[in-house]
């Protein structure tokens, strides 16, 4: 595995540290992203209230990012899970509406859910939520070369 110089830049700024990867870490990392995947599905044909499909889809697209992140040996350090969000976006190559997308349900996971209640979440954002994990999580199987999902 070669790991990109934008990790390596990561690590020198204090935002990832480096550490060896776990033997069956990201199978089941992209176990629980599935996981997550078949229960945001059905939290979506189940509810009017799109809350808990919109939280059970970031979950798994951050089982995603953790995925990515112990495939390339670091690990997150402080405050650094948006920026390990930003980072594998651009790994992913995702494109600037998907990237925005989610590091907004990053925002709105972290901004309100420790501080205050979630506000309401529509239909649209948790479908798009979840379009995005049900893409990417082939995507992330592949570059890890597990064979997984």
């Known amino acids: 595995m070669t790991r990109p110089v934008e990790y390596s830049n990561l690590i020198k700024a204090r935002v990832f540290v480096e550490q060896a990867a776990t033997p ?15 229960a945001a ?12 499909a919109f939280s059970a889809a ?5 089982q995603v990012v ?10 997150i350090k402080d405050a650094g899970r948006n920026a390990a969000i930003q980072r594998v976006c651009a790994d992913l190559k995702m494109n600037s509406t998907e990237i925005k997308l989610v590091t907004n ?14 506000p309401p979440i529509s239909k649209a954002e948790a479908k798009a939520l979840i379009d995005i994990l049900r893409k990417y999580l082939p995507v992330v199987s592949v570059l890890t070369q597990t064979g997984n999902v």
Do not use: W
């Not at 069956?24 to 078949?38: P, R, W």
């Not at 953790?66 to 690990?75: G, H, I, T």
């Open 24 to 38: 069956g870490a990201i199978d089941a990392y992209l176990k629980n992203a599935d996981a997550f995947l078949g």
């Open 66 to 75: 953790q995925a990515v992140l112990e495939f390339y040996e670091v690990r």
């Open 41 to 52: 599905q059905l939290l979506m044909n189940a509810e009017d209230i799109y809350m808990p």
């Open 105 to 118: 349900a990053h925002g709105r996971r972290n901004d309100t859910s420790y501080i205050s209640p979630i």
């Open 58 to 62: 970031y979950e798994g697209f951050f």
